[in-house]
């Protein structure tokens, strides 16, 4: 039986593993910090709710790498610091978001965060982390959907020209 050939949890991350998680590690960082500030910003009821469970989302799949990184011996990236409470009315309107930008922003986010989970998923060669990745991105599609809906319930999608001239076939 070789290195690779036991459990799992057991076996060494590669370079290219460690490099990955810890970059999507730092960016989910990032992303709570931003998520946290357009919480403060957003006005939209609905909008705040999915701003809500990305923070909540975001937490859970943090701490999952962390503990992962820390068994690892791996330095974890720097955290922000906790963003502060304000209300819409405490911001002057040419310094806010509006709810299109914070939408847009997010589902960016979240087609960032597919292709980070598929690279890691394609990339690993520890069964445990490429199922972890699979899960965050189911988790992230399935927020993607929301965002989705979302964005063209409220009138914010902002799609690329669209092809209505269909040929005709002869």
């Not at 957003?42 to 999915?50: A, Q, R, T, Y």
């Amino acid at each position: 039986m070789g290195i690779l050939s036991g459990d799992p949890k057991k076996e060494p991350l590669h370079y290219g593993e460690i490099s990955s998680i810890w970059s999507y590690l730092l960016a989910a960082k990032g992303n709570y910090a931003a998520y946290q500030t357009f919480l403060n910003h957003c006005g939209d009821k609905d909008l705040k709710k999915h701003i809500e469970d990305g923070i909540s989302l975001i937490k859970q799949e943090s701490e999952r790498i962390e503990e992962i990184l820390k068994v690892n011996g791996i330095a974890l990236p720097p955290t922000p610091p906790e963003r502060s409470y304000a209300t819409l009315e405490d911001i002057p309107v040419g310094a806010r978001f509006n709810d299109a930008e914070i939408s847009a922003t997010i589902s960016t986010h979240i087609a960032k965060s597919l292709v980070a989970c598929s690279t890691i998923i394609g990339q690993s060669i520890r069964e445990d982390i490429a199922m972890l990745f699979g899960q965050f991105h189911m988790n992230q599609a399935q927020a993607g959907a929301k965002m989705l809906r979302l964005n063209k319930d409220k009138g914010w999608l902002i799609s690329p020209p669209l092809h209505t001239d269909i040929p005709t076939q002869h």
